[in-house]
C-alpha cells in the first residue's frame, strides 16, 4: 500500500512558502482514475479538492522595470506516472516505468502568461526559486522539471474581461502540451499551437479541447488524445492514505530554515554592493554564482568585484565549457588579486596577465607577483631618475 514520504511534503510544504502560498493544515489524496500505457495500475493518488499548498505568487522580471505578477492557484502533491517513449522505433512506442509511483509536486498557475516569451520567462524564474530553496535541481534535460503547457487564445479586449471578472468564459478553449522540457521548445511550441487556433478561428471553426505533443523535429503540435474534465477521471477519496494533517508548529520550523530567495537576494546585493539592476540579475541567477560573488566581494569594492566575476570569469568559464564548481580560480584567488589591485601593487593590465596565471597554474596572488616581479613601481621618484637617465643617454632622440 502506499505511504506518504515525510520529506516530499517538507519540500512541497518549503516551495510553498518560497512561493507565499496558502499552507493548508489539512490537505486530502484522492484517486484520478484513467488508463494510459504508462500508468499500469489504473489510476493516481492526486490531490484535487484539498491540496497541500492554496494561492500563492512569483513576480517575474521581463525587461528592466517590467515585471508581471503570476498567480499559483495550487500546489499538490501526485504520484508520477512512467514515460512514453515515442521516438525510438518506427512502428512502436516504448514505456518507461522507472518514475512510477515516485513523489511529484505539481505547480499550478493561472492564466496571466500573455505569450512564449512571458511563459519562458515564468519558468526560469520558477526553476531559480525552486534551486534556491533546493526543492528541485531544475534539471530539464532530465525529466526533473517538466512543463504541461495550457495555450488557449481569444479575440482583443476578451482578455481584459477576463482580469475583470475571473470568468474564464472569456478566454479560448485551452490545449494541454504534454511534458515540456525545454526553454526553447515550451516557446517554440506556444508559438506553433497560438497560431494553429487562431487559423481554425478565423476560418470560423472551433478549437477542440485536447491533450497534444510537440514535435521539435517538425516545429509543430500533435494531437494526442481528447482532453477529458475532471468528472472524466471519476475522482473519488484515496481509501489507502487518511487525511493528511499537519502542525502549524511544524510549517513554522521550516519557515526558520528558509534560505535568502533570489528577489530579496538581488535587493541587497544592489543595496550593500552598489550593483546596477543588470549586475545583479546576473550574479543572482544562480545560487553557486551569488555565493561566489559574496565571498569575492566580501570587505571589498563590490563594482570592481561584479567586474571581474561577471566579465572575466564567468566570460572564461563560458568559453571553456565550465560550471562554478569546476573554477581553476577560486573565489579567495580572485579576492587576493583584486587586493593587489586596490592597493595599487599591480594595475589592471598585470591583474589580467596574473588573471591568467591563475587559471592556468594557480597559487596564492600575492606570492606570484613578488616571485615574478610583477609589482608595478608607484615611486615618482624612481620613475623620473629613470626618465632623467634616458633622455640623458639619448640626446640626438630628445
Known amino acids: 500500500l502506499p505511504v506518504i514520504n515525510e520529506f516530499c511534503i517538507e519540500q512541497a510544504v518549503r516551495t510553498g512558502l ?45 525587461a528592466p522595470g517590467i515585471a508581471r505578477l503570476v498567480r499559483i492557484e495550487r500546489i499538490h502533491v501526485e504520484q508520477d506516472a512512467g514515460k512514453s517513449i515515442h521516438d525510438m522505433d518506427p512502428t512502436m512506442s516504448f514505456v518507461d516505468l522507472n518514475r512510477t509511483g515516485v513523489a511529484l509536486m505539481e505547480i499550478v498557475s493561472r492564466p496571466d ?23 528541485c535541481d531544475g534539471n530539464m534535460q532530465n525529466g526533473n522539471l517538466r512543463a504541461d503547457v495550457n495555450v488557449s487564445v481569444c479575440r ?38 497560438a497560431r494553429r487556433q487562431i487559423a481554425i478561428l478565423e476560418d470560423g471553426g472551433k478549437v477542440a479541447q485536447e491533450t497534444r505533443l510537440y514535435d521539435p ?4 503540435t500533435r494531437s494526442m488524445r481528447s482532453k477529458e474534465e475532471a468528472h472524466d477521471y471519476r475522482y473519488f477519496p484515496c481509501p489507502d492514505l487518511l487525511p493528511l494533517e499537519i502542525e502549524q508548529g511544524w510549517v513554522d520550523d521550516i519557515a526558520a530554515t528558509m534560505p535568502e530567495l533570489p528577489d530579496a537576494k538581488k535587493s541587497r546585493f544592489m543595496a550593500d554592493f552598489g550593483l546596477t539592476d543588470y549586475d545583479a540579475n546576473v550574479l543572482t541567477a544562480e545560487l553557486d554564482h551569488a555565493r561566489f560573488f559574496e565571498e569575492v566581494a566580501q570587505g571589498r569594492d563590490g563594482k570592481s568585484a561584479a567586474n571581474w ?19 581553476p580560480v577560486a573565489a579567495a584567488q580572485l579576492g587576493g588579486l583584486l587586493d593587489l589591485i586596490a592597493d595599487q601593487t599591480i594595475s589592471g593590465k598585470i591583474a589580467k596577465d596574473l588573471f591568467e596565471i591563475l587559471w592556468t597554474e594557480g597559487g596564492d596572488p600575492a606570492q606570484i607577483v613578488a616571485a615574478r616581479g610583477m609589482k608595478q613601481v608607484t615611486d615618482t621618484g624612481a620613475i623620473e631618475a629613470a626618465v632623467d637617465e634616458i633622455i640623458a643617454a639619448n640626446p640626438a632622440q630628445v
Open 18 to 62: 518560497g512561493l507565499r502560498a496558502q499552507i493548508n493544515l489539512r490537505s486530502a489524496f484522492d484517486r484520478k482514475n484513467y488508463f494510459y500505457p504508462d500508468l499500469p495500475q489504473g489510476y493516481q493518488i492526486s490531490q484535487l479538492y484539498h491540496p497541500l499548498v492554496g494561492e500563492g505568487e512569483v513576480l517575474v522580471e521581463l
Open 217 to 220: 523535429d517538425k516545429g509543430e
Open 156 to 193: 482583443p479586449g476578451q482578455y481584459e474581461k477576463y482580469q475583470a471578472t475571473q470568468d474564464f468564459g472569456h478566454l479560448g478553449t485551452r490545449c494541454e502540451i504534454k511534458n515540456m522540457n525545454s526553454m526553447r521548445f515550451i516557446q517554440q511550441a506556444i508559438d506553433h499551437e
Open 309 to 327: 566575476v561577471i566579465n572575466d570569469l564567468f566570460g572564461r568559464l563560458n568559453k571553456e565549457g565550465l560550471g562554478i564548481a569546476d573554477s
Open 113 to 135: 502568461l500573455r505569450g512564449p516569451e512571458e511563459a519562458a520567462a515564468f519558468v526560469v524564474k520558477l526553476r531559480q526559486i525552486l534551486r534556491y530553496l533546493g526543492t
